[in-house]
């Protein structure tokens, strides 16, 4: 299969990514753009702080691939691993869903 630089969706092409944990391609808008802020890995959904940026998809089996194979800390070209908490936490939220607190 060649590589393309663009996945194809209808008439348009989205930038392609490779997440970090489960290593496949998918579209940019479906991964997480991650930045290292001070030893400590800081999600940045908009896209907009500078420095080395890596994707992965929002989930927690993603998050446990890449720390189980040291891929942030070559992602990012770190002397140690990075702080993953808000990290985690973030993609936590993500999966438990919003809290609306209202109940009917």
Known sequence: MPRRARLDSGDRKTPVRTCVGCRSRAAKSDLLRLVVVEDVIVPDPNGRLPGRGAS????????????????????????????????????????DGPATGMSR
Do not use: K
């Open 56 to 95: 992965i998809h929002p989930s927690s089996r993603c998050l446990e691939l890449a720390e189980r194979r040291r891929a942030f800390t070559r992602a990012f070209r770190l002397a140690r691993p990075p702080d993953t908490t808000r990290l985690r936490t973030r993609i936590t939220a993500s999966e």
